[in-house]
C-alpha cells in the first residue's frame, strides 16, 4: 500500500482508515497545519453510504435543513416507503410526501431523479466506472443535485480519496484556522491551498470536518 501512496496517484484506491493514516502521515511531513491538526484532533474516520438512488435522495432531504430534521424525514420515508426505490418514490402522492416533509421542490428533485432511473437517462450503478470529473458532470445534470451534492456523493459513496468539496462551510471554516486566514476563503482561494494535497484533499476534507466538529464540542 505505501508503494501506491508514494506514487502519487489516488487512482481508484478506496477511504479506508489505513488510507486515511498513511495519506494524512504523508501530507503532514511537509504541511505544519496538517501536522498540527492531527496532533489535536487525530485520523478522521471514513464516511460510508451506500450507493444509489437512496443516497441521492438523502443528500436531496438534506439541503438546507438541519441534520436533525433531515433524519427525521428519512425515518418517516423509509417507514412508509421503505426499501427507498425509484420505484417506491414514484408510487407516493403529493399528500404522502409532504406529510413526511418534502417541500414541493424537493419532491420535483426526487421524483425527475427516480424518472431518469426508471428511463435509463441516469444509472448510479455506472458511476463507479467513471473518472472524478465524469462522476461530477453525470450528477450534476440532474435537476437538484449542485456541485456540492455531487461531491458529497463521490466522497461518501464512491470513496474518492481526491474529491474536494470547497464549497462546504464546514471545511471552508476549518481551513480558515488551518491557515490562519482573516476571512473565509472563497471557492478559488480554496481551491489554491487544496493544491498542495493532492492527491487525497477528500481525505483532507475528512479531516477537516473531524477538527470543525471536535472544536464545536
Keep these: 500500500m505505501q508503494s501506491v501512496l508514494a506514487a502519487g496517484d489516488s487512482g481508484n484506491v478506496k477511504i479506508t482508515p489505513d488510507i486515511i493514516a498513511k495519506a494524512l502521515d504523508g ?5 505544519a497545519g496538517i501536522a ?3 496532533r489535536a484532533v487525530g485520523y478522521p474516520a471514513p464516511r460510508y453510504r451506500e450507493p444509489g438512488f437512496g443516497t441521492f435522495v438523502n443528500i436531496i432531504i438534506g439541503q438546507q435543513v438541519s441534520v436533525a430534521s433531515a433524519s427525521a424525514i428519512r425515518g418517516r420515508l423509509d417507514a412508509l416507503a421503505g426499501p427507498v426505490t425509484p ?10 410526501l409532504k406529510a413526511v416533509g418534502f417541500s414541493r421542490r424537493k419532491m420535483e428533485y426526487c421524483r425527475l431523479l ?4 426508471v428511463a435509463g437517462r441516469f444509472d448510479p450503478d455506472r458511476l463507479d466506472r ?7 458532470a453525470a450528477i450534476v445534470e ?3 443535485l449542485g456541485r456540492w451534492s455531487a461531491e458529497i456523493y463521490a466522497l461518501f459513496a464512491l470513496g474518492r480519496a481526491d474529491i474536494w468539496p ?3 462551510l464546514a471545511v471552508i471554516v476549518a481551513v480558515q484556522r488551518l491557515r490562519n486566514l482573516d ?3 472563497d471557492r478559488a482561494a480554496m481551491d489554491r491551498i487544496a493544491e498542495d494535497w493532492r492527491p487525497w484533499r477528500g481525505i483532507v476534507a475528512l479531516l477537516m470536518w473531524h477538527h470543525y466538529n471536535k472544536a464545536a464540542l
Design 36 to 38: 498540527r491538526t492531527l
Design 166 to 168: 470547497a464549497d462546504d
Design 87 to 96: 420505484q417506491s418514490l414514484l408510487a407516493l402522492d403529493d399528500d404522502a
Design 142 to 144: 440532474r435537476k437538484g
Design 114 to 117: 427516480a424518472d431518469d432511473i
Design 183 to 185: 476571512a473565509r476563503p
Design 130 to 136: 467513471l473518472d472524478d470529473a465524469a462522476v461530477i
Design 27 to 31: 501530507l503532514a511531513e511537509r504541511d
